[in-house]
């Protein structure tokens, strides 16, 4: 019997699926971890090949043959097959979907690697003089002639594509006049920094410190938890490692929560470093994207900055895994192969025997717990950096006030006070949108969505409601649907509405907001965040994407609107979110030498989170957070799957998960609890009726085999065929 090549085809079954080599490669030339082209169903597929075996289960004649094999060389070493293939496991997802993942867009539909060019735009000769005439009437050429005379290297064609407004028109204008001109060179080729632009800062003795533990395990596998205040100097720590695994032929990995981050952090790197660095996320281009997988996986470029999907981005050579925020959700996938990023990056770097560092100025409990075990080594940056005091809490008890939407006077007083020494505030309102309800003051009727168990947010710019949970969109009425009653009211604050309250408050203000909203467009968010670095904000509103990581060195005030929102919920993570979204947002005050002030409009000022957090501290708050896990038995003191199901009848997920929980039961596996099924916090949602199902164990070993029973048994089960189902593994939003 001729040799069978395994290949995960990219299906949502779990297993692999037997093959014939191709006629137009030789056995002996194949590698696990190469791309290769199969028939599979009526159309064709993009495989991975994991292994080569003697034999199939499956009759020979019975069995296809490949079409082609696509890559001269593995692309996924041996080291990388084998974290995809524990995440497959772990996770419970599909072996061919997790593997895809790990691919670029353009490589998972099977597009070539070989070397692509590049194309540069160039000022032409003509284009050193002055050419006025020639666009007197052309606003984007006269913009894009004066940023080429300013970037003499030239400008990559997908940073046109990134510019807001039709730049690539623009472009081939100014090359029809002769003012500029395309030149091509290889896209693969990638030239480091001419030099470092800002110098080292000094460190003090707990960044000192870090660093030296962190650098005398570089060569073995070691976890690290940096905890440090806010603006204590965290990032200074991961270009000083940076600096020294680069030395040693080395690359990096370093990931971050949120894409809003990716800049700042890219601009700090590329000022001290020396050496090509790569960035992925989902906001580049596929090209982008591509060429920046391929440098890292041929070793082309050496530090690699992304967000979790880079998580299993191939290297080289790698010599240090670094997760900056490492508390945050943003770092566990919600849908599809729901991983988390954190997770996956310990298990790589225990894997590869390197370290692996989780920073973070408010730690997650399971990170904490890790650390007290001893599985973590845990490094503390207690003060911050240059002498920048911390900021200076106060609670603002808004009981009986009158608020003008959602401001006390006492808030807007500090405003005043803040914009009179020329200096910057933020306010944070963890809402997008002008209100998130619109109600009737005559009968009472709630604008709902008709397809989620929502109400909808009312976008006032957009004159538009808005579902955001199913992107439903309806224009705001002028009159009640029920009644026909004129008295519509928004009910709750959102940041459209904040914004317009301080433009009334502050006239003269600049005033600018960022949120989901606003930075939709290309390029709107580096905007925004070039002009608060230039002094050219004075009230900066946003929700959540200005809590993490971004340094505001002129922001002395910040104010937080509505903290009570986060105080009461069912949700037994929702205590220590609160704690890490306030702590976290107050970090943006007093980052330079300038003291900072944080205020926090409160109704409930007593509140024992609140007390513990300005008195005391996150690590206090956070000891006991985890005394309360461990005596509820909940994470980080047990493990958890949760079962998700959802259809359009809205009975068939109940039936579906009250047959498995039965079946659960008659496993009599007495360390699994079994909860539910029950409607998910959100019972309804783009039509489709949800319901889950809870199992949690003190022993990760028998949820794993628990859940692989149950995963076989599924198709046994009458609604599976009526449902859609999924499996999440160590949730962190049960909603």
Same mark, same amino acid.
């Given at each position: 019997m001729p040799k069978v090549l395994k290949i995960a085809v990219p299906v949502p079954l779990r297993r692999t699926f037997d093959y014939l080599?191709?006629?137009?490669?030789?056995?002996?030339?194949?590698?696990?971890?190469?791309?290769?082209?199969?028939?599979?169903?009526r159309g064709r597929k993009i495989g991975v090949l994991v292994d080569i075996a003697e034999t199939s289960d499956v009759e020979v004649e019975r069995l296809k043959t490949a079409l082609s094999v696509l890559d001269e060389a593995?692309?996924?070493?041996?080291?990388?097959?084998?974290?995809?293939?524990?995440?497959?496991?772990?996770?419970?997802?599909?072996?061919?979907? =997790?593997?895809?993942?790990?691919?670029?867009?353009?490589?998972?539909?099977?597009?070539?690697?070989?070397?692509?060019?590049? +194309?540069?735009?160039?000022?032409?000769?003509?284009?050193?003089?002055?050419?006025?005439?020639?666009?007197?009437?052309?606003?984007?050429?006269?913009?894009?002639?004066?940023?080429?005379?300013?970037?003499?290297?030239?400008?990559?064609?997908?940073?046109l594509a990134r510019r807001d407004g039709d730049f690539r028109s623009a472009a081939e204008a100014l090359v029809r006049k002769?003012?500029?001109?395309?030149?091509? =060179?290889?896209?693969?080729?990638?030239?480091?920094?001419?030099?470092?632009?800002?110098?080292?800062?000094?460190?003090?003795?707990?960044?000192?410190?870090?660093?030296?533990?962190?650098?005398?395990?570089?060569?073995?596998?070691?976890?690290?938890?940096?905890?440090?205040?806010?603006?204590?100097?965290?990032t200074e720590v991961y270009l000083r490692l940076a600096q020294e695994v680069l030395s040693r032929g080395r690359q990096v990995m370093v990931l971050l929560p949120e894409i809003s981050l990716t800049p700042q952090l890219?601009?700090?790197?590329?000022?001290?470093?020396?050496?090509?660095?790569?960035?992925?996320?989902?906001?580049?281009?596929?090209?982008?994207? +591509? +060429?920046?997988?391929?440098?890292?996986?041929?070793?082309?470029?050496?530090?690699?900055?992304? =967000?979790?999907?880079?998580?299993?981005?191939?290297?080289?050579?790698?010599?240090?895994?670094?997760?900056?925020?490492?508390?945050?959700?943003?770092f566990k996938q919600q849908d599809g192969f729901r991983f988390s990023a954190r997770d996956v990056a310990v298990k790589r770097a225990s894997l590869l025997g390197i370290p692996v560092l989780l920073g973070s100025a408010t730690p997650s409990l399971e990170s904490l717990h890790n650390a007290r075990r001893g599985r973590y080594r845990r490094l503390r940056l207690t003060s911050r950096a240059?002498?920048?005091?911390?900021?200076?809490?106060?609670?603002?008890d808004i009981r009986g006030q009158r608020m003008i939407e959602g401001i006390s006077s006492r808030l807007a007083a500090e405003i005043a006070e803040t914009?009179? +020494?020329?200096?910057?505030?933020?306010?944070?309102?963890?809402?997008?949108?002008?209100?998130?309800t619109l109600i009737c003051h005559g009968c009472g009727w709630v604008a709902q969505c008709r397809r989620c168990d929502a109400n909808l947010v009312i976008h006032i710019a957009d004159r538009q409601l808005c579902c955001h949970h199913c992107g439903y969109e309806r224009a705001l009425p002028t009159a009640c649907l029920a009644c026909g009653d004129s008295e519509l009211y928004p009910l709750g604050l959102g940041t459209e509405r904040v914004e317009a309250a301080l433009a009334a408050f502050f006239p003269e203000a600049r005033i600018a907001r960022l949120d989901r909203d606003s930075t939709r467009r290309k390029g709107q968010l580096q905007r925004l965040l070039d002009d608060i670095h230039g002094s050219r904000i004075d009230i900066l509103i946003g929700t959540q994407m200005l809590a993490k990581?971004?340094?505001?060195?002129?922001?002395?005030?910040?104010?937080?609107?509505?903290?009570?929102?986060?105080?009461?919920?069912?949700?037994?993570?929702?205590?220590?979110?609160?704690?890490?979204?306030?702590?976290?947002?107050?970090?943006?005050?007093?980052?330079?030498?300038?003291?900072?002030a944080v205020v926090l409009q409160t109704r409930h000022p007593e509140h024992p989170l609140l007390q513990t957090l300005i008195h005391k501290g996150y690590s206090h708050f956070a000891r006991a957070c985890v005394a309360e896990r461990e005596a509820?038995?909940?994470?980080?003191?047990?493990?958890?799957?949760?079962?998700?199901?959802?259809?359009?009848?809205?009975?068939?997920?109940?039936?579906?998960?009250?047959?498995?929980?039965?079946?659960?039961?008659?496993?009599?596996?007495?360390?699994?609890?079994?909860?539910?099924?029950?409607?998910?916090?959100?019972?309804?949602?783009?039509?489709?009726?949800?319901?889950?199902?809870l199992v949690q164990s003190a022993k990760r070993a028998a949820l794993h085999a628990m859940i692989d029973r149950l995963l076989d048994v599924i198709p046994e089960i009458e609604e599976h065929r009526k449902i859609r189902w999924s499996i999440d593994i160590d949730p962190v939003d049960l909603y």
């Open positions: 080599p191709p006629l137009s490669r030789a056995i002996e030339e194949l590698q696990p971890g190469v791309r290769v082209e199969v028939p599979f169903g593995p692309l996924l070493s041996p080291e990388d097959l084998k974290l995809l293939a524990w995440a497959s496991r772990y996770y419970h997802h599909a072996i061919g979907e =997790t593997l895809a993942s790990a691919f670029s867009v353009l490589l998972r539909r099977g597009e070539s690697t070989a070397p692509e060019a590049r +194309r540069r735009l160039h000022l032409a000769n003509l284009g050193h003089l002055e050419a006025d005439t020639a666009i007197k009437r052309a606003p984007r050429q006269t913009a894009l002639l004066r940023l080429l005379r300013e970037t003499p290297e030239g400008l990559p064609s997908e940073a002769g003012l500029a001109l395309w030149q091509e =060179t290889p896209a693969n080729s990638w030239i480091g920094a001419s030099a470092p632009s800002a110098a080292p800062l000094r460190l003090n003795a707990d960044q000192a410190m870090a660093v030296s533990a962190v650098t005398d395990s570089l060569e073995n596998y070691r976890a690290f938890l940096l905890e440090g205040v806010t603006g204590s100097g965290k890219e601009a700090r790197f590329r000022a001290r470093i020396s050496a090509p660095i790569a960035v992925f996320h989902s906001g580049l281009a596929d090209g982008e994207r +591509r +060429r920046a997988w391929l440098g890292l996986q041929r070793g082309e470029a050496a530090i690699l900055l992304g =967000t979790r999907s880079a998580v299993f981005t191939p290297m080289k050579s790698p010599g240090l895994i670094i997760l900056d925020e490492e508390h945050d959700a943003s240059g002498g920048a005091a911390e900021p200076v809490f106060r609670l603002l914009l009179a +020494r020329r200096e910057q505030a933020l306010l944070f309102v963890n809402r997008r949108g002008f209100a998130p990581g971004h340094h505001f060195p002129g922001v002395t005030l910040v104010g937080i609107v509505d903290v009570d929102a986060g105080l009461y919920s069912t949700d037994f993570r929702a205590g220590e979110r609160t704690a890490q979204l306030i702590m976290q947002v107050a970090g943006r005050a007093g980052r330079e030498q300038r003291p900072g509820a038995a909940l994470p980080p003191f047990s493990y958890q799957g949760l079962w998700r199901a959802e259809a359009g009848d809205p009975e068939a997920p109940r039936r579906f998960l009250t047959e498995l929980a039965e079946r659960a039961s008659r496993m009599s596996a007495p360390a699994i609890q079994v909860l539910g099924p029950a409607p998910a916090p959100l019972a309804r949602r783009a039509g489709r009726f949800r319901w889950q199902l």
